[in-house]
């Protein structure tokens, strides 16, 4: 098991950043991947990006290029850069891992995007 806490969420302008930090209760050296989705009203939650154990990353197709994810081994954190922040990235915003198959998620972190 792990426990899993966003921070860094906010309002910001239409082409402004944002960085979420996730930090784990638990050595994330050892998880298979970590990363990071979203849920926005009414719609699916979905796939930002995720990091594995290696290193080797996913991204979404609309984040590829202004997010950037990384993983802090020694702080067990997982943070989510995101730059050229459009309204439509206006969501809830979970952190995630998964041990053995098992997902965990955080309890989210609200960004808002304004046009």
């Known amino acids: 098991q792990v426990q899993l806490v966003e921070s860094g969420g906010g309002l910001v302008q239409a082409g402004g950043s944002l960085r979420l930090s996730c930090a784990a209760s638990?050595?994330?050296?050892?998880?298979?991947?970590v990363g990071w989705y979203r849920q926005a009203p009414g719609k699916q939650r979905e796939l930002v990006a995720i990091?594995?154990?290696?290193?080797?990353?996913t991204y979404a197709d609309f984040v590829k290029g202004p997010f950037t994810i990384s993983r802090d081994n020694a702080k067990n954190t997982v943070d989510l850069q995101m730059n050229s922040l459009k309204p439509e990235g206006t969501a809830v915003y979970y952190c995630?891992?998964?041990?053995?198959?098992?997902?965990?998620w955080g309890q989210g972190t609200q960004v808002t995007v304004s046009s």
């Open positions: 990091i594995r154990q290696g290193g080797r990353t």
């Open positions: 638990k050595s994330i050296f050892s998880i298979n991947a």
């Open positions: 995630y891992a998964n041990i053995d198959d098992l997902a965990y």
